[in-house]
């Protein structure tokens, strides 16, 4: 199954997969091996870690696909521009990003700076690992190999089945799997399917980018707020990097949510009025896109921490019981 995402990520026989998700107990990093050599694909088997090193391996060797999650993707450019390499003009052609929830303007900032088609592969370890689906060139929406799951989205709240095209959390029934039979187990992953026919001419149904996790959704304050809905709004400002940091306190009996954003190195400046008039500016774009009020923090660029996996961006310090 993780040959046929590849091959839906464009990938053909002789193509050098740059494969830097973990290798490990983590299924991504072994997955994506085994699927590349059945393909006929060489693999580099990089794994998370070493940045620099990474970026030379995939001069060295060419590299024409990329695997990790996201948040790696723009840790691998990020070094790039540090070691002064044009990471867009290497032959890097298609990357299958997966593990960890992302939006559609992350996929367009990390093709924009490594120039290369960015895919979304999907799969989670009780299941199979990756390759539940993976989308097709049209990037809209991800095809579930319904030969060996059948997808439902329910409301996690009643379990009723939802129609297409509206949000809830994804359930699957594996009808191959052998061992550890799973019929209708929750994901927890917040996401749509649709079973119009693509326009690849795939008839498998498609499931939407996952928008977050019923268990990473933070009520605040009675609002629901994913961080998600974060990611997307900082994107959407040219001065801060897309790295970011969401901390929840509760102050007696009121929630409090603050974020953390990095400013990007172009724009950084020690003039306090700039820094404040960016910092309202997001604040006000956060508050009313989220429908609450929270606290913006700019931080110095690279200042945060960098995921070389899956990226922690929530710290909810709350004692709930
Ligand atoms: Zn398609």
Redesign the pocket.
């Known amino acids: 199954m993780i040959a046929r995402s590849l091959c839906?990520a464009g990938a053909v026989r002789g193509d050098i997969l740059h494969n830097a998700y973990g290798y490990g107990m983590f299924t991504g990093g072994l997955g994506l091996h085994y699927g590349g050599e059945l393909l006929g694909v060489a693999v580099l088997p990089m794994s998370g870690g070493n940045t620099k090193r990474q970026i030379m391996m995939a001069q060295d060797f060419g590299s024409t696909l990329l695997s990790c999650t996201p948040s790696y993707a723009l840790r691998l450019a990020e070094v790039a521009e540090e070691m002064e390499i044009d990471i867009a003009s290497l032959p890097l052609r298609s990357g299958i990003f997966g593990a960890e929830p992302w939006t559609e303007e992350m996929r367009t900032e990390i093709e924009q700076r490594l120039g290369l088609k960015a895919y979304n592969i999907y799969g989670l370890s009780e299941v199979i690992g990756p390759g539940v689906s993976n989308?097709?060139?049209?990037q809209?929406?991800s095809?579930i190999n319904d030969d060996h799951f059948i997808p439902e989205v329910i409301d996690p709240d009643t379990g009723e089945v939802l129609p297409d095209g509206q949000e809830g959390e994804l359930v699957f029934t594996c009808i191959t799997k052998e061992c550890l039979p799973l019929i209708r187990y929750r994901t927890s992953d917040i996401c749509s399917i649709t079973h119009e026919v693509?326009?690849?001419?795939?008839t498998t149904p498609?499931m939407s980018l996952v928008t977050g996790r019923t268990d990473d959704m933070l009520i605040i304050r009675g609002i629901n707020v994913f961080p998600s809905q974060i990611e997307a709004v900082l994107l959407g400002f040219e001065e801060v990097e897309p790295h970011y940091l969401i901390e929840v306190d509760r102050e007696g009996t009121l929630d409090r949510l603050s974020v953390q954003v990095e400013i990007s190195p172009r724009f950084f400046t020690d003039r306090v009025g700039g820094l404040e008039d960016l910092r309202k500016r997001i604040g006000d774009e956060l508050e009313s896109v989220l429908g609450l009020s929270l606290e913006v923090t700019l931080m110095e660029p690279k200042s945060i921490a960098r995921s070389e996996g899956k990226a922690k961006r929530v710290i909810d310090n709350r004692e709930l019981n």
């Not at 989308?135 to 049209?138: D, F, H, L, W």
């Not at 693509?198 to 795939?202: D, K, Y």
Request: charged letters at 35%; aromatic letters at 8%; a negative charge.
């Open positions: 839906q989308e097709c060139e049209y809209n929406g095809h693509c326009e690849c001419g795939r498609r």
